[in-house]
Structures are given as structure tokens and as C-alpha cells.
């Protein structure tokens, strides 16, 4: 069935540091991929969104970009910051009527400043 | 703004105990979300809506029943709740392949 892998479950930074989080995906179809951002007491939110039409995504100083070949959708920062701190979950639609997302199991984020 | 709210935001009840959750949404959306949420798990969806009237299941539904009696409301329910359920649960709205607008969540501890 669908599936969405995130091995990293906790990622450590510095402020300025690169951020990469890894993300691959199985599936029939080609979904639309989604990176969602967890805030401390809150729900997640839209990161960023990439379609099989424009292939990357960009928002807030991320990207990932959509890669069929390798089925991955890996997000990107070039220097992140104290307040980027969070868990990021990439997610896919899995397709048929009702816009279901299925989820990773999350990466958290810390950034020292 | 795209909003959906949740009630209670936090509830302690009794295994064996009927829970229900409470969901409010008012983006207008025809679909509405119940997922859990687990260290280890990610986001897991319970049951979803189309609309008024309609509920389905997702990928965890035993142990669940939702209820969706207008556009704007879906409830999740426990009818005997277990240690198991023991979680934070969240509400979310959308429509067609857009983003999905998530409420704060209700943690709910089953003692």
C-alpha cells in the first residue's frame, strides 16, 4: 500500500546550519507530496506542496523538491534559525475521493541559537 | 482565516467510559479528518467526511465512530475507551487536493 518513510526522528542544528530531512514515498499513483510544520500546542500547518505539474516546492526559506525517479521529497534549508525549530512531517495524498493524507512519522527539529 | 476548533482540548476519562470529541469548522470544507497522533506513528487517520451525513473509514477505526450531522460539525466517539486511545487527536478540513487546515488538538488520557 501508500507509505511515507522519515528515518530521521530528531535532527539537531545550529543556527545558520544546513537542513536536510529525508523523506521517500511508495505508491502506485503520482500523489501530490505535502511538508507540514508541528509547532509546540499546535496542529500542523501547510510547510509546502508540490505537484507531479511543477515538480518543487518553496516557502519560508524551504524546498523540496519532487524526484520520481528516486520516489523521494526531501525538504531543504539553506540556514535556518531558533524559530525553525519544530516537527516536519512530509505527507502524500494518496489518492481517490476525500483528499486523505497519510503521514511520516515526523522529524524534530531543534536549533540551537 | 481557515479555521477549525476542537472540544474539549483536554479530557481524562475512565476506561469503559463513552468519550465523544467535538469538531467545528467554519472554511466551508466538504471534507473533514479525525487522525491520532503518537511519538512513533506520525498522524494516523481515524475516520473521514465528505459532507453532511457521510463518514468512512480510515486506516484506524477500531474502537471509533464519527458522526458528521452538518458541514460545519464531525465528532469522533469512544464508546468504551481504553488505556489504548490514550492520545492527541486532531480535526482537520479540506477540500479537493488542497491544504488540509488542522485544529489545535484534544489530548485525551484514558486512566
Known amino acids: 500500500g501508500d507509505s511515507v518513510t522519515q528515518k530521521q526522528g530528531q535532527v539537531t542544528l545550529s543556527e545558520d546550519d544546513f537542513l536536510f530531512i529525508n523523506c521517500t514515498y511508495s505508491?502506485?499513483?503520482?500523489?501530490?507530496l505535502f511538508w507540514y510544520v508541528q509547532y509546540p500546542g499546535q496542529g500542523p500547518q501547510l510547510l509546502l506542496k508540490v505537484t507531479t505539474a511543477n515538480n518543487k516546492g518553496i516557502s519560508r526559506g524551504f524546498e523540496a523538491t519532487y524526484d520520481k525517479g528516486t520516489t523521494s521529497f526531501h525538504l531543504q534549508k539553506a540556514s535556518v534559525q531558533e524559530s525553525d525549530s519544530a516537527v516536519y512531517f512530509c505527507a502524500l495524498n494518496y489518492g481517490g475521493s476525500g483528499n486523505k493524507l497519510i503521514f511520516g512519522t515526523g522529524t524534530l527539529l531543534s536549533v540551537k541559537p | 482565516e481557515a479555521a477549525v476548533t476542537q472540544s474539549p482540548r483536554n479530557k481524562v476519562a475512565v476506561t469503559g467510559g463513552k468519550v465523544t470529541l467535538s469538531c467545528n469548522q467554519t472554511?466551508?470544507?466538504?471534507?473533514m479528518y479525525w487522525y491520532r497522533q503518537d511519538t512513533g506513528h506520525g498522524l494516523r487517520l481515524i475516520h473521514y467526511?465528505?459532507?453532511?451525513?457521510?463518514?468512512e473509514k480510515g486506516d484506524i477505526p477500531d474502537g471509533y465512530k464519527a458522526s458528521r450531522p452538518s458541514q460545519e460539525n464531525f465528532s469522533l466517539i469512544l464508546e468504551l475507551a481504553t488505556p489504548s486511545q490514550t492520545s492527541v487527536y486532531f480535526c482537520?478540513?479540506?477540500?479537493?487536493?488542497?491544504?488540509?487546515?488542522f485544529g489545535k488538538g484534544t489530548r485525551l488520557t484514558v486512566v
Open positions: 467526511s465528505y459532507g453532511a451525513g457521510s463518514t
Open positions: 505508491t502506485t499513483t503520482y500523489p501530490t
Open positions: 472554511n466551508n470544507h466538504n471534507n
Open positions: 482537520a478540513s479540506g477540500t479537493g487536493n488542497t491544504e488540509v487546515f
